[in-house]
Nanobody
Framework: QVQLAESGGGLVQAGGSLRLSCAAS????????MGWFRQAPGKEREFVAA????????CDADCVKGRFTISRENAKNTVYLQMNSLKPEDTAVYYC???????????????WGQGTQVTVSS
């Protein structure tokens, strides 16, 4: 079993930045691919970014544009999501997930955190 705990969410003005963290309980954290998803009110959960054990990254459009950056520190069992130039439409609950391989579908991941709320005001 892997337990995941997100932190770092909060209220920020448009144009601001936040860094989300996800701490994992697993001693074998380094073998897992880690992903970030988000779910806005009234919408389905959507993929944001993922990083595998070798540092390979899969990105959505915002990640590709450089607004969002995923990274990990295996020594700290932690994965991060740096979010810059935030927009009101980025408001959502952000979830981290762990699984055997990197991907942009929820089915790629076996373990999920409880989520952290990010609210961007205009």
């Amino acid at each position: 079993q892997v337990q995941l705990a997100e932190s770092g969410g909060g209220l920020v003005q448009a144009g601001g930045s936040l860094r989300l963290s996800c701490a994992a309980s697993a001693r074998t954290f380094s073998i897992y691919a880690m992903g970030w998803f988000r779910q806005a009110p009234g919408k389905e959960r959507e993929f944001v970014a993922a990083m595998d054990r070798n540092g390979g990254i899969t990105c959505d459009a915002d990640c590709v544009k450089g607004r969002f950056t995923i990274s990990r520190e295996n020594a700290k069992n932690t994965v991060y999501l740096q979010m810059n130039s935030l927009k009101p439409e980025d408001t959502a609950v952000y979830y981290c997930a762990a699984g055997p391989r990197r991907g942009n579908y929820e089915s790629h991941y076996d373990y999920w955190g409880q989520g952290t709320q990010v609210t961007v005001s205009s």
